[in-house]
């Protein structure tokens, strides 16, 4: 093997980690978005959400990963609950929201949400 080869595989699997760290960047929410910063618009833009009901919680809609092809705007929604720690015991909303949402541990690619009561 030459120098040169090696030098050229090197620059370009640097070139792939750069993009690859770009495109990271893009989809994880920024370190200073916090619940004050969030809009809900993030959330309700989701597609396919679905009506459910539960003996404890009564009625809640949940979407998932599949139903929005796996898309920025679903994986972003996520990533902001995920950095929130949002649970069912813990669920996310901010002053203005008409929901609450939440992630469940064991069903990874969902997103949950109910309507709040009000105050």
């Known amino acids: 093997m030459s120098v040169d080869f090696l030098v050229k595989v090197r620059d370009g699997a640097q070139q792939i980690a750069d ?13 200073t978005e916090s619940k004050v910063a969030v809009k809900e618009k993030i959330f309700t833009n ?24 796996n898309s920025d705007a679903f ?5 902001i609950l995920k950095a929130n720690n949002a649970a ?14 939440w992630l469940y ?3 990874p690619d969902v997103i949950y949400r109910q309507i709040l009561k009000p105050k």
């Open 19 to 31: 993009a690859c760290n770009e495109q990271l960047e893009k989809m994880a929410p920024p370190e």
């Open 75 to 79: 994986n972003h929604a996520y990533n």
């Open 105 to 107: 541990e064991q069903k």
């Open 46 to 69: 989701l597609l396919g959400w679905e009506k459910s009901q539960g003996t404890r919680l009564g009625e809640f809609e949940f979407t998932s990963r599949k139903a929005n092809n």
């Open 88 to 101: 069912i015991s813990s669920r996310f909303h901010g002053e203005e929201f008409q929901h609450s949402y």
